[in-house]
């Protein structure tokens, strides 16, 4: 049984900075390229931030290029992302998801491409 638990939300003044963790179990973590999305209440579902396998190659939201760092831990089956100069507009429930390495990068920012989700972790920006 897949699981993905995350963990790091919390609510920060805007400008401060937060690292998300998402730790997995069930299946080769280093088999599957790993995702962070974030939704907000009447919305879809939004892409954040993607990294293959082995993390060389990442893949980011124009709205928090510059800003947010994923990163991957295969050893300990966890990944991460660090978020910095967070703005208010960043307040959302932040999830982690695993899904297929072959995934065009013209799809990876599509929750469909991915088949296991995390619970999700809340993060609220003051401002």
């Known amino acids: ?11 920060v003044q805007a400008g401060a900075s937060l690292r998300l963790s998402c730790a997995a179990s069930g299946r080769t973590f280093s088999d599957y390229a790993m995702g962070w999305f974030r939704q907000t209440p009447g919305k879809e579902r939004e892409f954040v ?6 993390g060389d190659r990442t893949y980011y939201a124009d ?9 991957r831990d295969n050893p300990k089956n966890t990944a991460y992302l660090q978020m910095n100069s967070l703005k208010p507009k960043d307040t959302a429930v932040y999830f982690c998801a ?29 401002s």
């Not at 049984?1 to 609510?11: D, R």
């Not at 931030?49 to 082995?54: L, P, Q, V």
């Open 1 to 11: 049984q897949v699981q993905l638990v995350e963990s790091g939300g919390g609510l």
């Open 98 to 126: 695993s899904g297929s390495r072959f995934t065009a990068v013209s799809d990876m920012n599509r929750p469909e491409k991915y088949d296991y989700w995390g619970q999700g972790t809340q993060v609220t920006v003051s």
């Open 49 to 54: 931030a993607r990294i293959s396998t082995r």
């Open 63 to 71: 709205s928090v290029k510059g800003r947010f760092t994923i990163a």
